[in-house]
């Protein structure tokens, strides 16, 4: 005997009505969790590497992608992304400014080699020279 189940259109309506409406609860569960998030995922590290490399043998990536295809790329990009990439950005200035500071400062603490006229090959070496330093910086810290 087959398994009776609801149709799709009725699922996939209950879902988005009770989905959309825990908002509340998502914020509630951020800011109380069972565990703390950052000793929880620094414990699973090898677990996701493992998962990582294990989707990467099975090429999982690429079927993803050629499973969504470039319109539901753009359609979500369109109607979500736009709406939320000017207050993503807004919300995230002060942590731009912080992440940047230490680059900057080493930008500004180089002194690149002598700049050669247009087309000299030695003029090669100022771009080593940044980057050189802003790679070590993001090593190194």
């Given amino acids: 005997m087959a398994i009776k189940v609801k149709d799709t259109a009725t699922i996939a309506k209950k879902w988005a009505t ?18 703390d998030w ?4 620094t414990a699973a ?3 996701y590497a493992s998962g990582v490399q294990q989707a990467v043998s099975d090429g999982r990536f690429a079927k993803g992608v ?11 990009a369109v109607n979500k992304g736009s709406s939320r990439y000017t207050q993503g950005v807004t919300a995230s200035t002060s942590n731009y400014q912080t992440a940047m500071d230490p680059y900057m400062q080493t930008l500004a ?6 700049r050669m006229p247009k087309g000299d090959p030695s003029n090669i070496n100022r771009v080593t020279a940044v980057d050189t330093a802003l790679r070590n910086k993001k090593i190194n810290g």
């Avoid at 009770?18 to 565990?35: E, M």
Wanted: aromatic share 4%.
């Fill in 45 to 47: 590290a090898n677990t």
């Fill in 109 to 114: 603490g180089l002194t690149l080699p002598a």
């Fill in 18 to 35: 009770r989905a959309g409406a825990a908002g509340q609860d998502y914020t509630s569960g951020v800011q109380n969790p069972s565990t």
């Fill in 38 to 41: 950052a000793t929880a995922t």
């Fill in 66 to 76: 050629s499973k969504a295809g470039t319109s539901k790329w753009q359609t979500n």
